[in-house]
């Protein structure tokens, strides 16, 4: 990026107080896309352990406070993905604890 005005200049401080403003605007819509980015991510979560190293390797990175409050709001996603996975196999090891299946080939236990 090149500036096409002194910025320590006083008669140019308009120019810089645009281009303050067009940044602060820049980060906005950042922050705001970065939003959209990590509701979509964690609201399609597939396994809760692969989020919950997202979450841990993230919590480690330097990010803008903003983005960081809303990757931590996920941990009640992941929390609850977590809690489905659990009666899921809850369910399974009920539905067959008495009759387990058994692959072919294999010697009974």
């Known amino acids: 990026f090149e500036m096409k005005f002194k910025p320590f200049d006083?008669?140019?401080?308009?120019?810089w107080a645009?281009?303050?403003s067009w940044f602060q605007r820049e980060v906005l819509f950042l922050?705001?896309?970065?939003?959209?980015?990590?509701?979509?991510?964690?609201?399609?979560?597939?396994?809760s352990d692969l989020?919950?190293?997202?979450?841990?390797?993230?919590?480690?990175k330097n990010l803008r406070e903003v983005i960081g409050k809303k990757y931590?709001?996920?941990?009640?996603?992941?929390?609850l993905k977590f809690s489905k996975e659990i009666e899921a196999a809850d369910e399974l090891f009920e539905t067959n604890c008495d009759d387990p299946p058994a692959e072919e080939n294999l010697p009974p236990i």
């Open 10 to 15: 006083k008669n140019t401080k308009h120019h």
């Open 18 to 20: 645009t281009l303050m």
């Open 31 to 47: 922050e705001a896309e970065s939003g959209k980015i990590i509701e979509e991510t964690f609201d399609s979560l597939i396994k």
């Open 51 to 60: 989020a919950v190293n997202s979450l841990k390797q993230l919590k480690s």
């Open 72 to 79: 931590m709001r996920k941990v009640d996603c992941v929390i």
